[in-house]
């Protein structure tokens, strides 16, 4: 018998070889030809199992990067929009007043503005000056005015209701340069404005 054939003995059963014998598991032994042989597959099933999860982790890890990045991307997205939204909003909100003061300055260096009482009900009393002209006969007068004239409205609301809505229906008109009085007859009485009474003015 040639050294290269080997007679195999299994379950402690000796394993006889011309060439020397090597041990691999309890009571089994064969040739170094076949124990190299048997290592090198377990060798190289190991590598497999270590490539197939070195790649099943690069893909999760993959995964979770694209998610977040989508996810990133996502946030963005909607945060953008909500602040291009509130700009939008607050822009909108951003009424076109005048102070008192900074009417009256202007008046002082002989600007020419155009002041309008927008109440319905002038109560006795009009800035020195300024013309009563209500919210319904607004579009009726701005008929022959030029659309570049500066025009202040004005009123007693609370909240200055009716002279900004006249300044919106101005500016729908195309009066660009049309603002309302922030504070109203009483902000302009205590910037030193005259109030007079209707007859008088």
């Known amino acids: 018998m040639r050294p290269e054939v080997v007679a195999v003995w299994v379950v402690g059963l000796r394993v006889t070889s011309w060439a020397s014998n090597v041990r ?3 009571g089994v032994y064969t040739s170094p030809t076949l124990a190299s042989g048997w290592f090198s597959k377990r060798v190289q099933r190991k590598g497999e199992v270590i490539m197939r999860f070195r790649m099943l982790l690069a893909t999760v890890i993959a995964t979770a990067l694209a998610g977040g990045v989508a996810a990133q991307t996502d946030k963005h997205v909607h945060e953008h929009g909500s602040v291009k939204a509130a700009e939008s909003k607050a822009a909108a ?17 002989g600007e020419k503005i155009t002041i309008i009482d927008a109440r319905h009900d002038l109560g006795g009393q009009i800035l020195k000056g300024a013309i009563h002209v209500s919210m319904d006969k607004l579009e009726e ?3 022959d005015v030029d659309k570049n004239s500066v025009i202040v409205t004005y009123c007693t609301c609370p909240h200055d209701e009716a002279a900004d809505a006249e300044v919106q229906t101005l500016q729908k ?4 340069n ?20 209707p007859a008088d003015k």
């Open 141 to 143: 007068w701005a008929k």
């Open 24 to 26: 691999i598991m309890p």
């Open 93 to 109: 909100d951003i009424k076109p007043q005048i102070t008192a003061k900074d009417l009256k300055q202007r008046l002082d260096k």
């Open 178 to 197: 049309a603002y309302a009085l922030a504070g109203g007859l009483d902000a302009a009485r205590s910037a030193g404005f005259e109030v007079v009474t």
């Open 173 to 176: 008109m195309g009066f660009k």
